[in-house]
């Protein structure tokens, strides 16, 4: 990492969320020494990154905006990459943060920038804020480890890199992150001096990374799990839409992940991930794999990491990976594999290899796996995937389990043999999947589908007026995706609630809105709505409100 110092010192000329005042000694009344971030305040108030409302005051509760989050992000972005900060002000005076944030990856969506920025939201922008070098994992944080983040939400991956790189360590003992709040700056304080200083960073654990159930594994290590390679027959057999080959990673073979997709005005469509295996040069003709096993033909135009613009990129590197102008947003999706057009990986949706589940005490389940089970797989995106054969008996937790048989039954993609694929169920990590065998065809099956349905319910809730406060539903059935309407009432007609990326975090089967308490009963519902057309209308929940007399009573 560059000079902490420096680092520190130069990028006040950039954050101007506050005038630059370097402070000897700090007087603010409202931070006390037994306050958590009581030491992280005074660290960024001494460099000189943040100050007071006040000589008195810090106001460590006030919020942030995604405006101030996203000029954050740019500043440390340009100082870490160029150890300078040329940024300035625009019109508005954060646009050059958002074109450079934009450019740079950082962020690839639209905010209400005055709006004020939720934990969920700041994180997003600040886990893409540093190359990987400068967010390395010190802690162990498994899947699914933090209580109110389940790693199936969208924002999980960024909530999760910031927990294992020591920026956050959450709002309580238990490490909830309370995604939906909003970021106080209190909370700026710390993550601003742990981002640009690596000694603040904080070590601590939440339970085993999925490293002892991989104990085993060192001793099969490559030569068992090579095992495989006599019998594959790359040359005779490549086929780079879907042959016979059992597809073993070779140095030469380029594959990719797409982790996002983007479009962005005067390039054109961009791929995002991290290069797998092999390389890649401009003009390279490439394959878009879908997950309905279909192919598109694309060639590389553009290849750009960190903003800067490559002629090539090898294994390990994450890319910005621009495609020709043929190939639009909707040609192209999260989870799609990118591979080289003489690429001999076999496109499939059955595979063979060892499951290895965690035990109730690792935080698995605890009840078998039996054959049938469905769970899903995660790799970039993640997969519906069926049991087909276990080999035996129901896997039992805790145990491991080689030649187990699993089939996508609405999903293909490119695997490779040694591949680790994350084994989840409704939020919870069961395992590991090892790719020992990829079996070569895609041979979908016709599932029964059940009517689309509402399993949880949106809750009353009562609270005082100001507090905001947060309804969930959670669908099942039809056909994915699902899009969510929530509605409110006056009493006679039900209106539209705007759905917008501050109050409502939606992800897959579960949608939760957040609403102000007022001095009014408010009446709402959820009309759900899946890829068929068809509906459902969630039960009504009320959000009374309660105030205190001059007294203090309720």
Known sequence: ?????????????????????????????????????????????????????????????????YAEAIKLAACMNQLYLEGTVTLKAGNPWYRPYVDYCEDNHIIS????????????????????????????????????????????????AAVYKLYRAGILTGVDEAHNCDPLANIKRSEVAAILTRMMNEDKRILFSMGEEPEPTKEPEPTKEPEPTKEPEP?????????????????????????????????????GTILTGKVVSGSIKLGDALQIV?????????????IEMYRKNLDSAEKGDNIGLLLNAEITKDMAARGDAVIGADADFTIANRLKGTLKLLS???????????????????????VTGRFADLNGEAVAPGETRENVSVIFPKSAGVWYVGQELTVRDSGRTLGTFIVTEVIAGVAFEKEETTPLSIVTQPEDVTARVGKTVSFTVVAAGGKAPYSYQWEVSNGE??????????????????????????????????????????????????????????????
């Open 109 to 156: 969506k639209n905010y209400n920038y005055n709006d004020n920025a939720t934990r969920a939201g700041y994180m997003g922008i600040f886990a893409n804020a540093l190359p990987a070098e400068g967010l390395k994992a010190i802690n162990n944080v498994p899947n699914d480890a933090i209580p109110d983040v389940p790693s199936s939400r969208s924002y999980a």
């Open 493 to 554: 007609t039900w209106n539209k609630l705007s759905n917008t990326d501050e109050n409502t975090v939606t992800d897959a089967d579960t949608d939760t809105v957040k609403l102000l308490s007022t001095k009014s009963v408010i009446r709402l519902r959820c009309v759900i709505t899946d890829a068929d057309g068809n509906s459902v209308i969630s039960n009504e929940a009320i959000l009374r409100y309660i105030v205190r007399n001059i007294h203090g009573r309720l």
């Open 290 to 302: 879908h997950s309905d096993g279909t192919v598109t033909k694309a060639t590389a135009a553009g």
């Open 231 to 267: 019998t594959k027959e790359p040359e005779p057999t490549k086929e780079p839409s879907g042959g016979n080959t059992p597809t073993e990673l070779t140095s030469k073979q380029f594959l990719m992940y797409a982790e996002d997709v983007l479009t962005i005005t005067g390039k």
């Open 360 to 382: 109730s005490e690792e935080g698995g389940r605890k009840t078998p796996i039996a054959q049938e089970d469905k769970a899903q797989f995660y790799y970039t995106s993640d």
């Open 1 to 65: 990492m560059k000079k902490t110092i420096a680092l520190l010192l130069s990028i006040v000329m950039c954050i101007g969320i506050i005038p630059m005042t370097f402070a000897a000694e700090m007087n603010f009344e409202d931070v006390k020494p037994a306050a958590w971030y009581y030491n992280d305040v005074k660290i960024a108030v001494e460099s000189g990154l943040v100050n007071g409302k006040s000589e008195t005051s810090y106001a460590p509760e006030d919020n942030l905006t």
